[in-house]
């Protein structure tokens, strides 16, 4: 009877043990959403989608588009133009597919976060 007892208390004490070391588990499974800056995420989808409109040295005609001073100051024009359907009046980027709804999502996400440079 003694040896059931011990084994029972030993059993508890492990079960206890492990439950108790889940915190680690805990803490790794915490998601924390991505930082979405200008240098990384947004000057691509930019350069990528802009030009050469929008960049002045290579003979475009519009509103510069060539730096992190320019996008921020114009955001919400941007996200107003790459909002809009193909075919509807100010839609951007012009000539081209719409960005993906996933792009358009990051660069809300950047100027809710507080458009970051880097």
Sequence with gaps: MKKLSVGLLLLAAVTVFTYCGSSKQASTSVKTKPVINYQTN???VVQANCTPCHFPE??????????YAAVSSQIDEVLRRIQLAPGQKGFMPDRKPKLADSTIQSILQWKADGLAEK
């Excluded at 003979?59 to 588009?65: A, E, I, S, T, V």
């Design 42 to 44: 947004i000057m691509a």
């Design 58 to 67: 290579k003979g475009g005609r519009k509103k510069p588009l060539d730096s």
